[in-house]
């Protein structure tokens, strides 16, 4: 394989400023090679596409790098055609999905990917290069056609992993929700990050970057810890059936 994922927990980490911890972890994907990257911002919401490419473009201006948002381009799918690298921005998932879908790129993407042009998620970013958006922690604002996602990685992982209960808590913590899961999608598993952790990958292997390990829920309700630097085959990690097998996943 010869593709270039980087799937980043949170676009901020602790009390950093946006992406200032992410700045090793994106050149780790870009290498610091002269690229323009395709920005979608489809997961802002209560914010504008302009205002939400003003935020990133500085950040990776700063890095080296030059940025520039899908929406302005009046062709969204030939503008992913000839992107160089594809940055996709963190909000609302089921907002980002339906408007993937309603700009025609889901494929466009996966195939750009697929043949090697890098792409660095963040959030929800993260969620749709999953095969579905099921392990998301949003709420579904809105209705995409199906949950269906990119499947750049072959099982879901769910970002912003935080362990346990704030005090006073009475609703269910991740570990719970996710053995709900679990319990229902058997034998599927899911990969954690905490914030400011990454998984990077070039499509067969991968690697959790940051300071903070993630974790691997199996299906048989263990936490496995999956250290940082620590390289492992992607086929570990039980996704769901060959996407021709699929359910729709329709909400």
């Known amino acids: 394989m010869?593709?270039?994922?980087?799937?980043?927990?949170?676009?901020?980490?602790d009390a950093l400023g946006y992406l200032e911890h992410a700045e090793e972890q994106i050149h780790t994907l870009l290498r610091r090679e002269a690229r323009k990257v395709l920005f979608v911002p489809f997961a802002g919401v209560?914010?504008?596409?302009?205002?939400?490419?003003?935020?990133?473009?500085?950040?990776f201006e700063r890095f080296g790098y030059a940025l520039e948002s899908i929406h302005h381009h009046s062709d969204p799918r030939r503008a992913v055609e000839q992107a160089e690298a594809v940055a996709v921005g963190g909000g609302n998932t089921f907002a980002l999905l339906k408007r993937m879908y309603d700009a025609d790129i889901v494929d466009a993407i996966r195939a750009k990917v697929q043949a090697g042009?890098?792409?660095?998620?963040?959030?929800?970013?993260?969620?749709?290069?999953?095969?579905?958006?099921?392990?998301?922690?949003?709420?579904?604002?809105?209705q995409p056609p199906t949950l269906r996602a990119?499947?750049?990685?072959?099982?879901?992982?769910?970002?912003?992993?935080?362990?346990?209960?704030?005090?006073?808590?009475?609703?269910?913590?991740?570990?719970?929700?996710?053995?709900?899961?679990?319990?229902?999608?058997?034998?599927e598993e899911v990969f954690a990050l905490p914030e400011g952790s990454a998984l990077y990958t070039d499509g067969a292997n991968g690697s959790?970057?940051?300071?903070?390990?993630?974790?691997?829920?199996?299906?048989?309700?263990?936490?496995?810890?999956?250290a940082c630097g620590e390289t492992f085959a992607l086929s570990k990690i039980k996704g769901p059936a060959a996407m021709d097998a699929w359910p729709n996943f329709r909400l």
């Open 46 to 59: 209560t914010f504008s596409f302009d205002a939400y490419e003003e935020i990133v473009k500085p950040v």
């Open 208 to 226: 959790v970057l940051g300071d903070r390990p993630a974790l691997h829920f199996t299906a048989n309700r263990e936490v496995a810890t999956v």
């Open 2 to 13: 010869n593709q270039r994922i980087l799937l980043m927990s949170s676009s901020r980490k």
């Open 150 to 187: 990119l499947g750049l990685v072959p099982f879901q992982i769910n970002p912003h992993f935080i362990s346990g209960k704030p005090v006073d808590h009475n609703g269910e913590s991740r570990e719970e929700r996710l053995a709900e899961f679990l319990h229902i999608n058997a034998p």
């Open 117 to 142: 042009t890098p792409y660095v998620g963040w959030s929800a970013g993260s969620n749709v290069a999953c095969p579905t958006i099921r392990t998301t922690n949003d709420m579904p604002v809105v």
